[in-house]
């Protein structure tokens, strides 16, 4: 089997106006090499989309949305395609992220009809999951985990998920400085990938990319990454300052 490139995908979420992301991703670019061992992708505002494509070209680095909708057009307002999302350059779209969920009302049944919507248009979801510090405490971590993938990837065949990228993001580890360890981590990217095979077989669970989120910084993303189920992480506040972004996307030279 071949090795799982990892990825590192930064989530700007509502941050950067279309002047700023565009000069976030040439001071990024600028610093990180051609040809790199790991893929690149960032998220921007939707309003930032276009721009940050034009920006992105000649470089290695993919471009992702925050959401997708999932009719391609229609009376919804405040809602984005992915007719609009491909039109506007994304290769990647992030799907389910807690602060959706939280939010947004976003559900299991909202988050299956955007992994649908995302596949129709050959978009990467990258489909986020995980437990509040709650659940966790109440020691529900992988029940909470085991419904969240049932329900998301209801009525999906292996054969559809060749391009899926999954994302552990412990809500209580998102934007508050706390990291999962990395046996923690560990634990739960082994538990999601024996999930992935029980539901949809062994060849899928071992090419499936699994992201981990929460906190993740340049001084514990080597550690993070060195664990043999992590393939990259999903980083939000520290994805925002291009240096500190690159740092993290160049973990394996600083190890
Ligand atoms: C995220 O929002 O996906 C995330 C992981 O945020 P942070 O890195 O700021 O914890």
Redesign the pocket.
């Known amino acids: 089997m071949a090795a799982r490139k990892p990825l590192i995908a930064g ?1 700007w ?1 509502m941050h950067k106006t279309v002047a700023e992301a565009v000069d976030a991703i040439r001071n990024l670019a600028e610093r990180i090499p051609g040809e790199s061992k790991v893929e690149i992708m960032v998220a921007p505002p939707f309003t930032a989309l276009a721009p940050a494509a034009e920006a992105l070209k000649h470089t290695a680095i993919a471009l992702g949305a925050q959401n997708i909708f999932w009719e391609d057009e229609g009376p919804y307002t405040g809602e984005i395609s992915g007719p609009m999302l491909t039109s506007a350059g994304c290769s990647h779209v992030i799907i389910g ?1 807690s ?1 959706r969920r939280q939010y947004f009302g976003e559900t299991d049944e909202t988050v299956n009809k955007r992994l649908r919507a995302a596949f129709r248009h050959g978009l990467i979801p990258v489909f ?1 999951v995980g437990e509040t510090e709650g659940e966790r405490e109440a020691e529900k971590t992988f029940s909470v985990l085991d419904k969240q993938v049932a329900n998301g990837l209801k009525d999906f065949v292996a054969d559809d998920l060749k391009q899926l990228v999954l994302a552990y ?1 412990p809500v209580w ?4 400085g706390k990291t999962a360890t990395s046996e923690q981590a560990q634990e739960v990217h082994a538990f999601l990938r024996s999930l992935i095979e029980k539901k949809l077989g062994r060849g899928l669970a071992e090419s499936l990319r699994i992201l981990y ?4 910084k340049p001084g514990n993303a080597a550690e993070l990454m060195g664990m043999p189920d992590l393939d990259g992480a ?5 994805s925002l300052d291009a240096k500190t972004f690159s740092e993290i996307v160049l973990y394996d030279r600083s190890a």
């Open positions: 989530n979420k992220h602060e986020c993001e580890a998102i934007g508050t989120g929460g906190s993740v999903l980083v939000g506040g520290a």
